[in-house]
Nanobody, 123 residues
Framework: QVQLVQSGGGLVKAGSSLRLSCTVS????????MGWFRQAPGKEREYVAS???????YYADSVKGRYTISRDSAKNAVYLQLDSLKPEDTGVYFC?????????????????WGQGTQVNVSP
């Protein structure tokens, strides 16, 4: 059983930065591609970024140039650096793991999910 435990998040002002972390246990981290999604109140969960097994990053257009996804195999962790935050970035952020290395944009491609962490960006 794969477990994903998230940390980070919080309340910040627009223009600030945050770093989200997601630690993976229970399965070989190197066999997983990882993704980050977010969900704003009343909205569907949306794709933010993903990273393949070989650390190739992918981003949603809305965060490209502001967010950075990375992974550390020594720590079995994936990170999401959020810079130049905007109020519209507010939401619950989830990390997710995919055993098939798709690093895709669809939530259904990910089988394992973290517990979510709240990011609030004030104007």
């Amino acid at each position: 059983q794969v477990q994903l435990v998230q940390s980070g998040g919080g309340l910040v002002k627009a223009g600030s930065s945050l770093r989200l972390s997601c630690t993976v246990s229970g399965r070989s981290f190197s066999n997983l591609s990882m993704g980050w999604f977010r969900q704003a109140p009343g909205k569907e969960r949306e794709y933010v970024a993903s990273i393949s097994r070989d650390s190739t990053p992918y981003y949603a257009d809305s965060v490209k140039g502001r967010y950075t996804i990375s992974r550390d195999s020594a720590k079995n962790a994936v990170y999401l650096q959020l810079d130049s935050l905007k109020p519209e970035d507010t939401g619950v952020y989830f990390c997710a793991a995919d055993q098939l290395n798709r690093a895709g944009e669809q939530p259904g491609q990910y089988y394992y999910w973290g517990q979510g962490t709240q990011v609030n960006v004030s104007p």
